[in-house]
Every structure is written in structure tokens, then in C-alpha cells.
């Protein structure tokens, strides 16, 4: 059982917004940062969203990141067939003093 | 580039001993925390530990307390993950992915990025 909840799936079709919600507690969501990852399958995780709301270079701004109190949400606009993988949420946790994941949301481009 | 290359994929018996290695390069690889993630077949992220390698000052996740050794090298700019005697159980893929940081309004915000590709270790008899 991951630490952060999120839901096991989501699913649009071409062009609409999704949002894929992520929640936690207040020694993670509730004190520190949000990231992202996407995982298309087959290569490894990679950084979408860091800092709650900010996107690396080379991510597309369909991508956003938003967090309040112990919850934080990612939303894809524009959705296209290539958004197709998994996507995680992270946080850093006081208590072990480490990350914590989300056990993951599979996004499906119908 | 910054970049992580993890060693190949293993096979293994029971009760065999593993080490499998992440080589940074790109950036100085002593001054960035490297962590190793486990993802077992079908399943989500777990964070397995994370260590500096300016000093070797290591964090473990409880769940992966005593089962594991993470050391790293700053010399070659390399971390490791390493088993005593393997079990079926840790069969999965394993990711190391270097810790990046900055302070933003006098708080630390942390982030993974980038990853290595991963090295599939498979465990049976």
C-alpha cells in the first residue's frame, strides 16, 4: 500500500483535459513539495512537474501541477495519444525522511 | 548531459549475491544524493534508500533496512546496490535517480531527475 493515494486509472479521448488527483498527509503533501513522473512503459520515470507546479525544459505546458494542504492534482490539457503511461506522484515524507511515491495512475487515450 | 547508466540486467539464484552499479556523469557526482527505487513486475515506485557520495551518508527506507547495501565510489562516479543472498521477492527492476534541489523562499525543495534506465534483476531457481 503506497503512501500516497491516487487513482488506479484514468482515461479521455483526444484534445480533452484530464486530471489525476494524488493525496496524503501532513507530514508529506502537507509540508513539502510535489513532483511528477511519467512512465511510458518500458523506459524509466521522468520528471514532469517538480516544486508542485513547475515543469522542466522540454515538457509541454499541456502539463500542470497544482497542490493544496495534503492533496495535489496533475492535469493534461489538449490530451494526445502519446500521453499514454503511467503517472506518478511523489513527495518528499519527514518521517522516514525520504521520498514517498503514489502507487501510480494508468492513463488511457481512448 | 547529466546522465545515468545503470549496469545490465541480472539472473540469479536464491541465496546468490548481486551488485549492480549507476554511473553518473554530466555534473559532480560527489554533491548530489543518488537514490535507488524499486518497481516490482506490474507494480509502483518504492523508495529503496539514498546516499551522498561526498561522505557515503546513507538513509534507508525501514521496509529495505538490512536487506540491502548502498555504498558509492566518488572516485569512478558510481553508486551501488548490492544483495548478500538474493530471494525470489527481489525480483523487479531497479532505478537509481540523482536527487536535485534548490532553495526556494528559504526551504528546500527536492526533486528526482534525471534517472538511470534501469537494470532488471531477476531471481529464480
Known amino acids: 500500500q503506497s503512501v500516497l493515494t491516487q487513482p488506479p486509472s484514468a482515461s479521455g479521448t483526444p484534445g480533452q483535459r484530464v486530471t489525476i488527483s494524488c493525496s496524503g498527509s501532513?507530514?508529506?503533501?502537507?509540508?513539502?513539495?510535489v513532483d511528477w513522473y511519467q512512465q511510458v512503459p518500458g523506459p524509466a520515470p521522468k520528471l514532469l512537474i517538480y516544486?508542485?507546479?513547475q515543469r522542466p525544459s522540454g515538457v509541454p505546458d499541456r502539463f500542470s501541477g497544482s497542490k493544496s494542504g495534503t492533496s495535489a492534482s496533475l492535469a493534461i490539457s489538449g490530451l494526445q495519444s502519446e500521453d499514454e503511461a503511467d503517472y506518478y506522484c511523489?513527495?518528499?515524507?519527514?518521517?522516514?525522511?525520504?521520498?514517498?511515491f503514489g502507487g501510480g495512475t494508468k492513463l488511457t487515450v481512448l | 548531459e547529466v546522465q545515468l547508466v545503470q549496469s545490465g540486467a541480472e539472473v540469479k539464484k536464491p541465496g546468490e549475491s548481486l551488485k549492480i552499479s549507476c554511473t553518473g556523469s554530466?555534473?559532480?557526482?560527489?554533491?548530489?544524493?543518488i537514490a535507488w527505487v524499486r518497481q516490482m513486475p506490474g507494480k509502483g515506485l518504492e523508495w529503496m534508500g539514498i546516499i551522498y557520495p561526498g561522505d557515503s551518508d546513507t538513509t534507508y527506507s525501514p521496509s529495505f533496512q538490512g536487506q540491502v547495501t548502498i555504498s558509492a565510489d566518488k572516485s569512478t562516479s558510481t553508486a551501488y546496490l548490492q544483495w548478500s543472498s538474493l530471494k525470489a521477492s527481489d525480483t523487479a527492476m531497479y532505478y537509481c535517480a540523482r536527487r536535485s534541489l534548490e532553495a526556494v523562499a528559504g526551504n528546500w525543495v527536492y526533486w528526482f531527475d534525471p534517472w538511470g534506465q534501469g537494470t532488471l534483476v531477476t531471481v529464480s531457481s
Open positions: 511523489a513527495a518528499w515524507d519527514d518521517s522516514p525522511n525520504g521520498p514517498v
Open positions: 554530466g555534473y559532480s557526482f560527489s554533491s548530489y544524493y
Open positions: 501532513s507530514s508529506n503533501i502537507g509540508s513539502n513539495t
Open positions: 516544486n508542485n507546479n
